[in-house]
C-alpha cells in the first residue's frame, strides 16, 4: 500500500525536521516551512484519497507499550479531520516560508511547529487509547512549548501557565473517559472497544469526561478560560494553527468518543454538548464583541464557532438516538462543514492579524486603522475571511449555518419533551449569535482597515511578502469556492455521514440544478449558492452599466464632508471600544454587569474628564479564581508541616499507618 | 415547453423590474401621507424618482481618504438587496428563480447589504460614519435575530422554507389564524420598522446627529453613489411591505401556475396592497414620536421575545411529545 508509505515517510519527515531544526541555528531554520507544507501536502492527498475512494488504512508498530504496540488507523472520519488540519498546516508553513530569514526564525519556534504538525496528525490516527492519549498530550505539550516561545512577556507566561494546568485537567479527564470506554477487561484498543460499549452509567461518566477533555481543548464555556490568552500568545501561524485546526482535534475526539465508541445513543447525551455550546455560541461572541485585541476578538470568535460545532453535534446526537436519520445528517453534515469552515476562514484572520502585527506591531484595534490603503492585498483577503465568518452568503460560513437552522427547525419532530423545546430556544441563540458575529467583524474590519490610521505605525504599514499572501489569498479562495459549493463538499463528507449517523444528504443532487444544496427534500429546503452569486453578479453589472449610461460618470475627491466640520485628527473617529459602546449597554449591563463611571471635572477646572469601565466576568471569579484562591489558602496552612520537628513527624507517620490499618480491617 | 420556460423567465424579469419601478412610488406614498396628515401640501408623489434622477445627475464627491470598498459597496448593496426582494413572492409564487434563495438565506442576504453598509460607513474614518455604524449593528443584533425567528416560524408552519411554499401555504390557507401568527406578524412589523430606518427606531428625514442611524452611515455618499443607496433603501422598504401582503394579506396573490391573466390580476392586487401599506405606514409615522437611541433596545427586544414566543408556540402545535 504505498499511501501508508507516504503518510509514514511525511510523519518521520516532520519528526527529522524537528530534529535536525534541534541543531541549526539562524537563517538555516527556514528550512522547516517547505518541508512541512510538503509534508502537509502529502498527507493531506492521503487523506483525500482515503476519504473519496473509501477504504482504509491500518497499521501496527511495535514501539509504545510492550507487547501492545500501537495500533494505527485512517478511517474516513480520520480522513475528514487529515483533510482540515493538513490544510491548516498547509497555509500556515506557506505562510512561515515567508518569514525574513535574518530577523524571525527562532529556535523556540522552528523545531517545535513540524512536531505540532506531526503530533495533530498522530491523534487522527490513533486507534488505541495509549496512542491517542500519548499523541494529545504530545499535542498540548508542543503548542504550549510554542506558546511559551516569547516567555518575555509576562502576559505570555502567565497564559502558558494556565495553558498548562487546563491542559493536564482536560487529558486527565480523558484518561478518565477511556478507561470507563475499557471497562474492567482493559480493552485499549479502539475495535475492543467498539465491540463491547460501556453500559448506561459508565457510558454517561464517559460522555461527560470526553466533554470537558476535548471541551476544555476546543474552548467550551466555562473550560474556555485559557484559549483567548494562549491563542494570540503564540507567533501568529501558531495561532492560525491552534485556532483553526487543533480546536478541530478537539471536537474529532468528542466525534470519536460520542458517536464511534461509546455505542448507540440515548436521547438526553445530546442535552449537555447543546445547552453548552449555546451559551458557548452567544457568551463567546460577547466577549469577542467587547474586546479590544485583534487577536483575541478572533480567539473569542473560535470559541463562539466551536459552540456552534457542539450545538451541531448535539442535535445530531439527538435525532440519531430517535432514529431520525435524515435529520441526524443534515445536522451532522453542518457540523463537519463548519469544521472545514472554520478552519478555513479561522486560520485565514489569523494570519491576517498576523500580518498587520508584523506590518505595525501592534494588535490593539484601537491603535490600526486606515490599513486598507496600505497593506490592500491583506485587506481583501482579510475582508473574505471577516464575511465569511459573520456567516454572510455567498461566502462558506453561511453554508453550515443555512444547514443547522434547518437542522433546528426538524427539531420540531424530536419527540422528547426537553429537546423538543431546546430546539427552538437554540434557534434564538443560534440566530442571536450569527448577528453578533456581523457585528463582530464590521467591528474589527471598520477599525483596523478602515478609516484613518491612529497611530504612526499603522500610518506607516507596509504589505506582507509574497508567500505570506499566498497562503492568505489560497485560503480566502477557498472561503469563496467553499461558500458556492457547499453542495459538493457535502457529497465528499457523505461516506463520514454514513459511518457516523447512518445515513448522508439522501437528496442531494435532486435540486433544479446539480449545486443545489438540499435539507431533507427538494420541496422543503434548497440553497443554491451559485444561482445566488450569478443572480447578485447580473444585478451588480447591470446597475453598473445603467447608471454609467445614465449619470453624470465625474467623481471628484474632496474633504470628507462629516457634516460640515471634518476634525483633521484621527482621534475624533470611532475606536473599537465606541463602537462597541451600544453593544456594551445593551448586553454588557446583564452578561457582565457592566459599570461605566463617567468624572467631569467642575466648572472652571481644566483637568480631562474621565470614563472607565468595569466589567465583571462572572465565570473567571467563579470557576477560576475562587478554586485559584482556594488552593493557595490550602497550601498556605500546608506550608506549616514543612517545618515541624522529627518528634512530630514520626507521630503523624504512626497515626497515618494507623489510620489506613483500621481503614483496611473495615473493608475487609 | 421552451415556451413555457420562456414566460417563467420573463415573468422573474417582471417581478424585479416591478419592485424596482414601484420603490420610489411606494416612499413618495409615505412622505405625501405624512405631510397631508400634518396639514403639509406635501412633495408630488413622483418626488422619489425625480430625486433619483438628480442624483444620477450630479457629480460624486468621494472622500480624500476613502477607499476602493467605499466606492464598490453601494452597487454591491443594490444588488444585494434586489436580488432579495426579487425573491420575495409579489404577485406570484412561483416564480422560476426563488428556490434558489430560502427564508434562511433571505435574511441573511439582507444582513451582508447591511455589514456593506456598515464597513462603508467606517471607511472614510469620520466621527459620524462611526456612530451610524455602531448604532445600526446594535439594532441589528436584535432584529436580525428576530426576524430569523419569525421566518422560522412561519417554516414550520408551511412545512418548508421556500418562499414559494410559505406562500402558497398562505394562500391555500388565508384564515390560518393562530397565536403563532399574531405574534409573528407583530414582531415582523417592529423588525420591518428598525430594519427600514421607520420612526420610532430612526427618522429617514431628519439629520439631527444626537439621533440619525442610517442617514449617519451614509453622510458621505452623494451624487451616483447616493443614489444607489437610497434605492437600496426604498426597495428594502417595499420588500418588507412585500413580506409582510405575501405572509398575512396574500388575497389575490397568483399561484404558481396561474398564466399571463392571473398574474396581472396578482400584479394589480398586490400595487393595490403595496400602496395600502405605504399609507398606513406614513399613518404610524406621524402618530408616534422618535425614540432615544438607548431606549431602542426595549422596543426591538419586544419582537425578539415574541418572535420567540411564537415559534416555541409553533413548536408547541407541531409533533407529538411523549
Known amino acids: 500500500m504505498p499511501e501508508l508509505y507516504v503518510s509514514g515517510a511525511a510523519l518521520g519527515a516532520l519528526a527529522v525536521a524537528a530534529a535536525v531544526a534541534t541543531l541549526v541555528r ?92 506531526a503530533a495533530m496528525n498522530l491523534v487522527l490516527i490513533a486507534d488505541d487509547a495509549y496512542a491517542f ?73 464517559v460522555l461527560a469526561a470526553a466533554l470537558v477533555g476535548c471541551g476544555s481543548k476546543g474552548g467550551l464555556i466555562p473550560l474556555h478560560a485559557w484559549l483567548p490568552l494562549a491563542h494570540p500568545a503564540a507567533p501568529s501561524h501558531v495561532s492560525a494553527l491552534m485556532s483553526g485546526v487543533m480546536t478541530k482535534v478537539a471536537v474529532y475526539g468528542f466525534v470519536r468518543i460520542a458517536f464511534d465508541l461509546l455505542g448507540p445513543p440515548s436521547w438526553w447525551w445530546a442535552l449537555p454538548p447543546i445547552v453548552l455550546g449555546a451559551v458557548t455560541a452567544v457568551l463567546g461572541l460577547l466577549y469577542a464583541v467587547l474586546d479590544r485585541d485583534l487577536k483575541r476578538v478572533l480567539a473569542y470568535s473560535t470559541i463562539e464557532n466551536i459552540g456552534v460545532i457542539f450545538v451541531a ?8 438516538a430517535n432514529g431520525q436519520h435524515e435529520g441526524a445528517a443534515v445536522a451532522m453534515a453542518a457540523a463537519l462543514l463548519h469544521v472545514l469552515n472554520h478552519s478555513w476562514f479561522k486560520s485565514l484572520l489569523f494570519l491576517g492579524a498576523g500580518a498587520v502585527l508584523h506590518a505595525t506591531g501592534r494588535r490593539d484595534l484601537d491603535g490600526l486603522g486606515g490599513l486598507i490603503h496600505r497593506m490592500p492585498r491583506t485587506a481583501a483577503f482579510f475582508l473574505v475571511g471577516a464575511l465569511a465568518a459573520s456567516a454572510l452568503p455567498p461566502l462558506n460560513g453561511f453554508v453550515s449555518e443555512w444547514l443547522l437552522f434547518q437542522a433546528v427547525i426538524a427539531g420540531q419532530t424530536l419527540p422528547q419533551a426537553a429537546l423538543h423545546f431546546a430546539a427552538p430556544a437554540i434557534g434564538a441563540m443560534l440566530a ?73 444528504l439522501s437528496s442531494a443532487g435532486s435540486g433544479p440544478t446539480p449545486l443545489s444544496l438540499v435539507a431533507f427534500d427538494p420541496a422543503r429546503s434548497i440553497y443554491d449558492a451559485p444561482v445566488i452569486a450569478l443572480f447578485v453578479a447580473i444585478a451588480s453589472i447591470t446597475t453598473l452599466f445603467v447608471v454609467h449610461r445614465l449619470s453624470a460618470r465625474r467623481t471628484r475627491r474632496g474633504p470628507a464632508w462629516d457634516c460640515g466640520f471634518p476634525d483633521p485628527s484621527p482621534a475624533t473617529q470611532y475606536t473599537a471600544s465606541s463602537f462597541a459602546q451600544p453593544l456594551r449597554r445593551v448586553y454588557g449591563a446583564v452578561v457582565f454587569a457592566a459599570r461605566e463611571t463617567v ?51 514520626l507521630v503523624l507517620m504512626f497515626a497515618a499507618l494507623v489510620i489506613l490499618l483500621s481503614i483496611a480491617a473495615v473493608m475487609i | 415547453m421552451t415556451g413555457n420556460l420562456v414566460v417563467q423567465f420573463l415573468a422573474q424579469g417582471a417581478q424585479m423590474f416591478f419592485v424596482l419601478l414601484i420603490a420610489p412610488l411606494a416612499v413618495g406614498v409615505v412622505r405625501r401621507v405624512k405631510a397631508r396628515l400634518m396639514r403639509r ?91 451610524g455604524s455602531s448604532r445600526e449593528m446594535m439594532i441589528a443584533t436584535l432584529a436580525e435575530p428576530a426576524m430569523m425567528l419569525i421566518v422560522l416560524t412561519l417554516a414550520i408552519a408551511a412545512g418548508t422554507t421556500r418562499l414559494a411554499g410559505v406562500a402558497d401555504f398562505f394562500i391555500a390557507e388565508p384564515l390560518a389564524v393562530r397565536v403563532s401568527m399574531a405574534l409573528s406578524l407583530l414582531a415582523l412589523v417592529i423588525v420591518a420598522l428598525a430594519e427600514n430606518a421607520r420612526i420610532p427606531v430612526d427618522n429617514p428625514v431628519t439629520h439631527l446627529e ?113
Open chain 1, 313 to 320: 453535534l448535539g442535535l445530531a446526537l439527538a435525532f440519531r
Open chain 2, 210 to 322: 444626537l439621533t440619525m442611524v442610517h442617514e449617519a452611515m451614509v453622510l458621505e455618499y452623494s451624487g451616483r453613489h447616493l443614489a444607489l443607496i437610497e434605492a437600496a433603501g426604498m426597495l428594502k422598504l417595499v420588500l418588507y411591505l412585500s413580506l409582510l401582503i405575501c405572509l398575512f394579506a396574500p388575497f389575490g396573490m397568483a399561484p404558481a401556475t396561474a398564466g399571463v391573466d392571473g398574474w396581472a390580476l396578482g400584479l394589480l392586487a398586490w400595487t393595490v396592497k403595496l400602496l395600502g401599506g405605504a399609507a398606513l405606514l406614513g399613518v404610524w409615522e406621524v402618530s408616534i414620536a422618535k425614540m432615544r437611541v438607548f431606549r431602542l433596545p426595549d422596543f426591538v427586544g419586544i419582537a425578539f421575545v415574541f418572535a420567540f414566543l411564537a415559534i416555541l408556540l409553533a413548536f408547541l402545535s407541531r409533533g407529538a411529545i411523549e
Open chain 1, 26 to 117: 539562524g537563517p538555516a531554520l527556514a528550512f522547516v516551512y517547505p518541508l512541512s507544507a510538503l509534508a502537509a501536502l502529502a498527507l493531506g492527498a492521503v487523506d483525500l484519497h482515503v476519504l473519496l475512494g473509501g477504504g482504509e488504512l491500518v497499521a501496527w508498530l511495535p514501539i509504545g507499550l510492550p507487547t501492545i504496540g500501537v495500533h494505527l488507523r485512517l478511517d474516513s472520519l480520520s480522513a475528514f479531520f487529515g483533510i482540515v488540519i493538513n490544510g491548516g498546516i498547509l497555509a500556515a508553513s506557506i505562510y512561515g516560508i515567508g518569514f525574513d530569514r535574518a530577523k524571525e526564525l527562532t529556535p523556540r519556534v522552528e523545531p517545535l511547529f513540524p512536531l505540532f504538525a
Open chain 2, 41 to 131: 401640501q406635501g412633495a408630488p408623489l413622483l418626488q422619489g424618482y425625480r430625486d433619483l434622477a438628480k442624483l444620477l445627475r450630479k457629480e460624486s464627491v468621494v472622500a480624500e481618504n476613502a477607499s476602493w470598498l467605499f466606492r464598490s459597496a453601494p452597487s454591491l448593496i443594490f444588488a444585494l438587496t434586489w436580488v432579495a426582494a426579487a425573491l420575495i413572492p409579489t404577485f406570484a409564487s412561483g416564480l422560476m428563480y426563488n428556490w434558489a434563495a430560502d427564508v434562511v438565506a433571505l435574511v441573511a442576504l439582507l444582513g451582508a447589504a447591511r455589514a456593506l453598509l456598515a464597513l462603508a460607513g467606517m471607511d472614510v474614518g469620520t466621527s459620524f460614519g462611526g456612530i
Open chain 1, 432 to 504: 442571536l449569535a450569527a448577528a453578533l458575529a456581523a457585528a463582530c467583524f464590521v467591528r474589527v474590519y471598520g477599525t483596523a482597515f478602515l478609516g484613518r490610521p491612529r497611530s504612526v505605525e499603522a500610518a506607516r504599514a507596509h504589505d506582507v511578502p509574497l508567500a505570506q499572501q499566498i497562503a492568505m489569498g489560497g485560503l480566502a479562495i477557498l472561503c469563496i469556492l467553499g461558500g458556492l459549493l457547499g453542495s459538493v463538499l457535502a457529497a465528499v463528507i457523505a461516506p463520514v455521514l454514513r459511518v457516523l449517523v447512518g445515513a448522508d
Open chain 1, 133 to 205: 492519549l500519548f499523541s494529545w498530550e504530545l499535542m498540548s505539550l508542543t503548542s504550549w512549548a510554542l506558546v511559551v516561545a516569547r516567555h518575555t512577556d509576562p502576559e505570555s507566561r502567565r497564559a502558558s501557565y494556565l495553558y498548562l494546568i487546563m491542559a493536564a485537567i482536560g487529558t486527565s479527564a480523558l484518561l478518565f473517559a477511556f478507561g470507563g470506554l475499557a471497562g474492567p477487561a482493559g480493552g485499549y484498543g479502539f475495535d475492543t472497544i467498539r465491540a463491547h460499549p460501556p453500559q448506561s452509567l459508565v457510558a454517561a461518566l
Open chain 1, 599 to 649: 468624572v467631569m471635572p467642575p466648572p472652571g477646572d481644566n483637568r480631562p474628564a474621565q470614563f472607565s469601565v468595569v466589567l465583571t466576568d462572572y465565570v473567571w471569579r467563579a470557576l477560576y479564581a475562587a478554586p485559584g484562591r482556594a488552593v493557595l489558602k490550602l497550601s498556605e496552612r500546608l506550608n506549616a508541616l514543612q517545618f515541624l520537628s522529627i518528634r512530630r513527624y
